[in-house]
């Protein structure tokens, strides 16, 4: 079946450093592809996403790339801030069966 | 305000007391699903529902109920808690346009604590 993996966590990084969270996924077909944030205390909201092959997702300075040969969607933010601690999900899906999503990856930034 | 509503945020309950965990939407979705969250483990699918009158299993449906009387909501029923069910739970809700998309509306946790 359809399988997120990313990267364990913590994540620990200082403020303004260079953010990579990756994320690997196996489906069948073409899924759309998403990371979603949990900060901290609340739900889950969506923060970018990407439905094809060489899409780019964007949002709130960050990026992810849907990489078809690499099975990839890794998560990058040229410079954090302490704003973005938070729990970060990869998530896909495969049309009309409910998502999946990998295990999170919680990012500390420090100041 | 389009939101999901989860209630009770926080509780703790003793082994066998049922409890009942209600979620609420007001954006008219049809699609409705609970998750547990837990270390090491991220998210997790406990039921969901694509319409009313419809429920599924999701990969954890053990000792867990749901029903779906109505379209806004979507109680999650734990007819005896045990402690394995200790956990932080997550009701989600989307429109037939955001299944397909994966653009799902989360509510804000409920913790639950089976002592």
């Known amino acids: 079946g359809d399988s997120v993996t990313q990267m364990e966590g913590p994540v620990t990084l200082s403020e303004e450093a260079f953010l990579t969270i990756n994320c690997t996924y196996t489906?069948?077909?073409?899924?759309?592809l998403f990371w979603y944030v949990q900060y901290p205390g609340e739900g889950l909201q969506l923060l970018l996403k990407a439905t094809k092959a060489d899409d780019k997702g964007s949002n709130k300075g960050f990026e992810a790339t849907y990489r078809k040969e690499t099975t990839s969607f890794h998560l990058e933010k040229g410079s954090v801030q302490v704003s973005d601690s938070a729990v970060y999900f990869c998530a896909l899906s495969s049309g009309n069966t409910p998502l999946v999503f990998g295990k999170g990856t919680r990012l500390s930034v420090i100041a | 305000e389009a939101q999901v509503t989860q209630n009770p945020r926080y509780l703790i309950t003793v082994t066998g007391k049922k409890l009942t965990v209600t979620c609420s939407q007001n954006m008219n979705h049809e699609y409705m699903s609970w998750y547990r969250q837990d270390p090491g483990l991220g998210l997790r699918q406990i039921y969901y529902?694509?319409?009313?009158?419809?429920?599924d299993k999701g990969d954890v449906p053990e000792g867990y109920k749901v029903s779906r009387k109505e379209k806004r909501n979507f109680p999650l029923i734990l007819e005896s808690p045990s402690p394995n069910q200790t956990s932080l739970y997550f009701c989600a809700s989307s429109s037939w346009t955001g299944v397909r998309t994966g653009e799902l509306f989360f509510g804000e946790g409920s913790r639950l604590t089976v002592l």
């Open positions: 489906a069948t077909g073409y899924p759309s």
């Open positions: 529902s694509m319409n009313v009158e419809v429920t």
